[in-house]
């Protein structure tokens, strides 16, 4: 089972950035798998932000933030990141990573994680 642990979160001001981490446990790849971004703000629905498949590379964004997040990757630390420019109040939720078979499910392998908690202030 793939193990994920998100870092990174944290206070910025609106148009501020963040980087966001998200590593797999000791032991596990992500080989084999399309690993995802998801946000959840208190009384609102889980959604994917950000997808990439680890094989190809091919990465995929939502609408809401298409042009100020970006993906990027480290092999060799199993590393996932997400970069987030020109961030919104809006943007603000508890951020989660998962691993999924394809870009786009919303069923991760495993559990969610506690997830890392971006706020965007005014």
Do not use: H
């Amino acid at each position: 089972e793939v193990q994920l642990v998100e870092s990174g979160g944290g206070l910025v001001q609106a148009g501020g950035s963040l980087t966001l981490s998200c590593a797999a446990s000791p032991g596990f790849t992500f080989d084999g798998y399309s690993i995802a971004w998801f946000r959840q703000a208190p009384g609102k629905e889980r959604d994917g932000v950000a997808c990439i498949s680890w094989l190809t590379g091919r990465q995929f964004y939502s609408d809401a933030v298409k042009g100020r997040f970006s993906l990027s990757t480290d092999n060799a630390n199993t590393t996932l990141y997400l970069r987030m420019n020109s961030l919104k109040p809006e943007d603000t939720a508890t951020y989660y990573c998962a691993a999924v078979v394809v870009c786009g499910s919303q069923y991760p392998f495993g559990s969610w994680g506690q997830g890392t908690q971006v706020t965007v202030a005014s």
